[in-house]
């Protein structure tokens, strides 16, 4: 009984969750038990949209140490619009939009590889430079009026079952999804041994550049997905609906336990990382602190998890 | 400063292991002021390792340290720097992004100030000219813009070079891997002066005829031990060949030279030209066939290696694959070892494909071809899913044969797989490899150590990126190699 | 891992001129954006009109500095623009109000860069993340400090930005100040050039002897020091602070060091290219998309276009070279 507990306890990803109850339980002795239930199931439904681009992120970390997508708030933010604008309003067209969105996020994704690779550009200037130019995009497209999502679409991203939101089940399935692809498909098998050492995937006959290729594409779509999700939520498509996910996307990654130089990815981790995130937001907003102080105190806590997770040992 | 003669550094029962490899197992190592003793071994035999332990990089597990008379229970780098002591490895140890003379800057604290630019590249330069008259190099050359000859010039100069405090041992290990013929001349001409002058070198070679005509006394090195060591004029190349355990058994070869004539006739799989050559020699391979790669180090075999691993799946004129190939790699932790995975894993991922059932690839298989190969290839461990740094060196080679030779491939590279493997490991990699070549696979095999190439059918000798000549089995020498490789050059 | 092959002598005047080619783009870029200016507004050269145009040029080119010193030692600062932004707001307040409390926190920070670089290489952490996460911690501190835009600027940070020179602009003597200050000390002096060797073979640093640790803290803390003169030359010149003014300041600085011909890895970067290429951006940032009519919207996209377009002819030109 001991052995499985140690052996539970070694996992990285663990101390995510125990870090997300923690927080959870500070905040609920706060409000000395109140709306603790609400507390969860607003906490699960915005972990979503975290989760969805933190999978993405995770895979181009684990790319290998320099792979990483500044773009992404860039592109959730001209995925919403052009979600929003596809819809227009019709519930028959949600799926349209849907597509449109996933499409327009996969075009980003595969602007940013053909950026990095034909032109040799690093990932981190690579990416910047792409959402400086998709800012630009949506800023004109999405000029003029509040596209307000269809109320079919909207209602659906709200919907609760037993507490708990359907957009959350259908993440969770998804999650194991991505774990099925990462452990079990050539794909993700590459991806990991990329991350680990590049020159030696490409000596063992792995296919690196169409695998890079592939994984900066998967996190574009995904943050199309991501942007006409955010619409849907929080009824309506603008320029700035993805900022905070930046941070978000790279900290629940790394909080998680997936190693920022590459080779190691942790699924599960990124739920806990983003359930983390989302309730210690909630309960500085229950203690009522400052933005400055909530910005502060994000900030120093992703600085001590990375300081305690340490770095890679160098090899010798 | 000792009289010629004096004790310098005494090392006894030095041990150092890291994890389950045993590189240094009860070496003894002694040296005197103003002679230059020889270290000769295998790779994996713990010369390097010594040598680090020597300069105080690596702290041995075990160990006692007689320094100029005195006992030294802590001894580190700043120390040795204290004493004298300069080393040129053969991982270079230059800045690229600097120039020579601040290059030469980094050894020396002791130059700074106004001017110590000037001092810096007048130091450097006139030890430059000293060792190799005629070098070509500016002080305010930018090192990444040098050729690697050249790189390894400034290296040798700088360790060589005085400031403050005088030079009093300097090790090389390998210095004329990278120098020409000449150039390597004039560097142990450079040796046997300093050792005159009061100076004690430490020089590692792989190539014995360098080593047995400058050096006063040799060690020979075997499985991290000191297996003998006396002065030079008692050894000849048959004797160090045999204390460092290399003599191919005699009945492998008459076997074999039927079997030679026979693949003469088989197939052409591989036909490569390389890029600098500047004749129409090409590079051929039967099915069937070990081809040697051979000549001084950094001549474009590895280069020729990979050329052939890209054509596999690009062909291009001038380079023509005709089967799968998988490559073994030499520097097992830059182009082979994925340091976070099993050795099941390790060893499968040349061949995901044959794990798909369904669309997903079956754990149950990968760990059948894992446990297949570890029996056949005998990896001591007890668990396929244990992490591949469990192993020991020679294992974790072993694994990374066993990842080409378990995959589709029917042409296998091997970019000198045998460095730091000990010499047990090497003897049964040696007997696969021929097996496998009866059974139709071909070998491309580069190896830096001469006596290995007596496994293979044919070799190619290299020279500055073009094949200068082919030998025959019977002529698979280092002589004939060094001489083919240097005919033609002034 | 085999050496590549000796090549003919001839091999080093080649690469030599590849990277003369290289070395000339920050100037070769600047020329070209004062030539399109000139061409579509031919007022704005002139003393005035320079003033004008590099206004924001010695802030950016300060940030840039500073970034370059984190870039040389294979690290990146991501917080570099809240950075720039909370001094700005200490300088318009505590350094107006209360100039000792002022002058201590600035110091404090710079200690505080110091340690940050010091705990990246004790726990062999990735500077990405770490950045990151502070530049979370600047800009929070900075809310808390100005939670709405305010403040002053002292009247002495004033005086030195608005410093009228005869006949050079004050900020293209200023960039040249800065300049030759980074070139000086980075690549002139013997411990610079212990500095930049930690970024090309820190390894090798060590096995002679240097400490790793001094030289990284040393290459945050100056980070540290040109941040914080940005902030103060920005505040000066804008008067008053605000929260969030320095956020752009972290992209435009990689872009500058980028531009000026640094690489990521390998320690090699250039001051005065920094400083060229901050002056690039500057320029491009804003006034010359306003002579070319572009739409604001767009003005954004054509600072990454500027980049993609500069990093694609650097590759062009070293790909002329034997690179595979």
New interface residues.
Partial sequence: MTAAFQTLLARPWIWSFVGAGAVWLAAIAFTGGYGAGGMLTAALSLSVFTVIVGVGQMFVITLGPGNIDLSLPANIGLASAVAMKTMGGDDRLVVVGLAAAIACGLAVGLVNYLLIWALRIPPIIATLSASFIIQSVDISYGRGLQIKPPPGFADFTNILIAGIPVLAILTVLFTIGASVALHRTIWGRSVVAIGQNQRAARLAGLKVEPVRCATYALCGALGGLNGALLAGYFRGANVDIGNEYLLASIAVVVIGGTSVSGGRANLPGVWGGALFLVLLLTMLNTFGVSAGVRLLLTGLIIVAVITAAGGEKPVR | MGDAGASLVDFTGVEKS?GAVRALDGADFSLEAGECVGVVGHNGAGKSTLMHVLNG?VAPDRGRFVVAGEEQPHWN??RA?ALGLRCVFQEL??????TVA??A???H?A???FG??GRAGRLILAKLDEIFPGH?VRPG??V???????RQMVEIARAFSVSDAPARLVILDEPT??L?AHTARQLLAHVRSSVESGVSCVLISHILGEVLSTCDRIVVMRDGKVVIADVARNFDRAKLVGAMGGIEPEAPRTQAAAATLARGEAPVVVRVRPE?QADDREFVAHEGEIIGLAGL???????LLLAT?AAASHPRAGATVAAPV??V???R?????????SIA?NIG??S??KF?SG???S?RLESELANAWRERIKIRTPEVHNNILSLSGGNQQKALFA?ALG?DARIILM??PMRGVDFGTKLEVYDLIRAEARGGRTFLW?TTEVEELKNCDRAYVFR??AIVAELARDELNEEQVIHSSFAGVA | MSATTAAPPAGASGAEWRRRLRAALPALSLALVVAAIAWLNPRAISYFGFTLMLNLAIPIALATMAQMFVIAGNDLDLSIGTFVGFVCCVSATWLRDEPWLGALTLMGCVALYAALGALIYLRNLPSIVVTLGMSFVWQGLAILLLPKPGGKAPGWLQAIMGVKPPFIPFPVVAAAVIAGVGYFGLMRTSYGAILRASGGNALAIERAGWSLLRAKMTLFALAGVFGELSGMALVGITTSADANIGNGYTLLSIAGVILGGGEFVGGSVSPIGAVLGALTMAMAASPLLTFMHIPPDWQVAANGAILIIVLAARVAITRRGSER
């Fill in positions: 890291y990089g780098s700043a720097r140890s230059l800045c690229p992004n600097l601040e290059n800057r980094v050894v604290p130059i700074w100030g110590w630019r070509g050359d930018l990444q813009d040098l050729t690697i000859g050249r891997s990278s020409d600098r180090a950094g001549h474009g075999q590895t280069d691993f998988a490559l790699a030499g520097d932790q830059s182009d082979g070892v994925f340091p976070g995975w894993h991922v040349r995901l494909k798909r669309p997903l690839l754990p990842r995959s970019d000198d580069y500055n990126g």
